[in-house]
């Protein structure tokens, strides 16, 4: 079983920087990629950015340039650098785990809530 676990959300002005972390625990040994979703009432859960195990970086067209995405070296930790935050990045942010065995397996952390607003 794999673990996910947020932090880093909360209440910031527009304009604003907020960094979230996810830590995985557990089996992670096939640990591949990591990525952050979001989510608000009433829309499907987007892809914001993603990260490979060999460093491959994608970002979604709405955040590129303002949210880094970074990994650390032992590669079980993602972050989310985000800056010049607006009201439409206010969301609960999801941490997305993606394991290859035999076949990719997807794991989910709980969500982190964010809000932009002054």
């Known amino acids: 079983q794999v673990q996910l676990v947020e932090s880093g959300g909360g209440l910031v002005q527009p304009g604003g920087s907020l960094r979230l972390s996810c830590v995985a625990s557990g089996n992670i040994f096939n640990l591949n990629a990591m990525a952050w979703f979001r989510q608000t009432p009433g829309d499907d859960r987007e892809l914001v950015a993603q990260i490979t195990s060999n460093g491959g970086i994608y970002y979604d067209a709405s955040v590129k340039g303002r949210f880094t995405i970074s990994r650390n070296s032992a590669k079980d930790t993602v972050y989310l650098q985000m800056h010049s935050l607006k009201p439409e990045d206010t969301a609960v942010y999801y941490c997305?785990?993606?394991?290859?065995?035999?076949?990719?397996?997807?794991?989910w952390g709980q969500g982190t809530q964010v809000t932009v607003s002054s």
């Open positions: 997305q785990a993606t394991l290859l065995g035999s076949d990719y397996s997807y794991y």
